[in-house]
């Protein structure tokens, strides 16, 4: 809780077009890194199921290649978000299988090339939006700073599904502080959301 509330009053100094970029980087730098993690993977790689609900290496990035899509909508507007929803609401199949009719059939490698592409694309967007307008998502609406600081939560998570798969030690860096400050913060909320009493 000290290190995330530090973290959090160290950012307090910067404006908010500042605090914005900064997070972005974040961002970058964590599909950046769970990139060079994908980049050696053989074919039969991306079919290996992980700890996360049997999903395989390829579920878990196009996952992560819809989600950021769907960023990249609510920047664009929210009726054009609200009508992407409507679309996977009528689907009525899981994210995963949405997600594989969305992308179609493509190589994890080829996979791989568009996910980099459109966090890229994500990433630019959230660096020129108004860091004062609340983008509409799934959830409760946020500011491009903390969707930014979501995404980047999404990316780690997941990406922690690959390193345990892999066999691979993660070595955190400070920008975990982005994540353990979103914690901190939405702990009540996940009981109230609930209708449980936070311990």
């Not at 509409?136 to 922690?160: C, D, L, V």
Request: glycine fraction near 8%; hydrophobic fraction near 45%; proline fraction near 3%.
């Amino acid at each position: 809780l000290g290190f995330a509330t530090g973290c959090y009053k160290r950012e307090e100094n910067m404006d908010e077009s500042a605090a914005l970029s900064a997070q972005v980087a974040d961002l970058r730098v964590e599909g950046r890194e769970l990139d060079s993690r994908l980049m050696g993977l053989r074919d039969a790689d991306w079919n290996r199921a992980t700890a996360f609900k049997g999903w395989t290496i390829w579920d878990v990035v196009a996952h992560l290649h819809l989600t950021d899509h769907m960023g990249v909508i609510s920047l664009a507007g929210e009726a054009s978000f609200r009508a992407l929803m409507k679309d996977m609401a009528s689907a009525r199949v899981p994210m995963t299988a949405y997600a594989r009719r969305w992308i179609g059939d493509v190589s994890g490698a080829a996979l791989r090339d568009r996910w980099r592409a459109l966090l890229e694309e994500l990433c630019v967007g959230l660096e020129n939006a108004d860091p004062d307008v609340r983008l509409a998502w799934a959830g409760p609406g946020m500011k491009p700073r903390m969707f930014a600081t979501a995404r980047q939560m999404e990316t780690w998570a997941h990406g922690s599904e690959v390193y345990d798969l892999l066999g691979v030690e993660r070595v955190e860096t400070d920008r975990i502080h982005n994540i353990a400050t979103i914690g901190v913060r939405t702990f009540g909320w996940t009981f109230a959301n609930r209708k449980l009493e936070a311990p």
